[in-house]
């Protein structure tokens, strides 16, 4: 018994040291790309602190969103805005878009207008995100070499961790032999400093790795996107990105004769009526429909307060003639499968347990970086330490 086991675990340690070996650098990457890329919504708020919060003046009288976008138009008419974030705090500026990332802040008081500063740190921590997500293959057919070099890594992480957890068990189970490798050494040097070290960092840092390899494992590969929702009793959508969130449409009542699309400011009522705690609201900057076009809702981006990204997202669709909600849905509302998906996303950054979650996700990842150094250190004087001192 005592040959078999031995010789167990020979298996699962050079199945470990393989792993290690072959996926490592790929591992140090994503876990270095994956600490530059956590804080990236707080990252992109600092860079920008200056220009979206503005004083309050004693008499507010604030300007309608027609009357900054004519500001906009005179002074700015180069810049053809789309979309508008509406802050529910008298003390932020309004945010007016071109597309997804160009954005001017408007001080709703003065019209003064404020010019982002977070382009250079938004492009920054993009090509970091693709060296995460797709070791920075660029182009369609590239992308999914990248991902799959990824996914691969991810699997062989998860790999790691597991037969690490089982390695980690020393041979005799004294109370001193476990504390020798739960706590650091101090004044260890070389490969006993390397093997305490990775013993150390793994053991308290497993926890939390092990369920960031798996999530990274579920969004790398189709097979592992599909699970959650076989899981959970549902067939997976053809997509894996926000598109799985879409909804249909809600219907438009048909309006009386006469009504006439409501301004701005009213279009928001009905949302500002139901989600009282309201952040902020995104409104596209749509012209009125064409005679003869067929009547569709407004859709608004209500951000109710809530330390998880998606579920303080609620997507809200009103009448653009009397600010009535068509439709609401909240993330309970989507199917398990799909909420499942979503926590998938969320844990796998530490954001769905707000900024606690993505500093406890940051030092675990930055603990598997020391990881990666140890097991390469312990590698190598395994197998090429003996001969260089030999030839020395």
């Known amino acids: 018994m005592k040959v078999q086991g031995s010789l167990f675990r020979k298996t699962i340690f050079w199945v470990h040291l393989v792993c290690g070996l072959v996926a490592g650098v790929v591992i140090a990457i994503m876990s270095a790309t994956g600490i530059a890329i956590a804080f990236e919504e707080e990252i992109l708020d600092w860079v920008d602190r200056e220009v979206s ?3 309050v003046p004693a008499e507010a ?3 309608g969103i027609a009357e900054m976008l004519e500001v906009l ?3 700015r008419p180069e810049f053809d805005a789309n979309y508008v974030e509406v802050p529910a705090d008298d003390g932020r500026a309004f945010v007016f878009l071109h597309g997804r990332h160009e954005r001017l802040y408007v001080n709703s008081y003065t019209g003064a207008i404020g010019d982002s500063r977070r382009a250079g ?10 060296w995460h997500r797709f070791l920075a293959f660029h182009g369609e057919d590239n992308y999914i070499i990248g991902r799959t070099i990824n996914g691969v890594s991810n699997l062989a992480f998860l790999g790691l961790c597991l037969t690490g957890l089982y390695l980690w068990f020393p041979k005799k189970r004294s109370a001193r032999a476990i504390k020798s490798i739960l706590l650091f050494k101090r004044g260890a040097k070389g490969k006993a400093r390397d093997y305490n070290w990775h013993n150390v960092f793994g053991f308290w840092s497993l926890p939390v790795l092990v369920i960031l390899a798996a999530t990274a494992v579920v969004i790398s590969f189709e097979w592992g996107h599909k699970l959650v929702f076989t899981l959970s009793g549902e067939d997976a959508p053809e997509v894996r990105d926000f598109r799985m969130m879409a909804v249909a449409p809600a219907e438009v009542p048909m309006p009386e004769e006469g009504a006439e699309l409501l301004s701005y400011e009213a279009s928001l009522v009905g949302a500002q009526v139901a989600f009282p705690d309201w952040e902020t609201i995104g409104m596209p900057l749509t012209t009125a429909a064409s005679d003869g076009e067929p009547l569709v809702p407004l859709k608004l981006d209500v951000y109710v307060p809530d330390y998880m990204p998606s579920r303080g997202w609620i997507p809200v669709e009103v009448d653009p003639y009397t600010s009535d909600v068509l439709q609401a849905v909240r993330l309970q509302d989507r199917s398990p499968g799909l909420q499942a998906r979503v926590w998938v ?3 796998h950054t530490g954001a769905a347990f707000g900024f606690v979650g993505k500093v406890i996700a940051t030092i675990a990842t930055a603990a598997s970086l020391f990881l990666v150094y140890t097991g390469f250190s312990l590698s190598y ?3 090429l330490g003996k001969k260089r001192t030999v030839r020395s």
């Open 121 to 130: 740190a938004h492009d920054v921590i993009h090509e970091i995100e693709m």
């Open 53 to 55: 919060h503005v004083e």
């Open 61 to 63: 009288s604030p300007l």
């Open 345 to 347: 996303r969320f844990i």
């Open 381 to 383: 004087r395994r197998f």
């Open 73 to 75: 138009e005179l002074e």
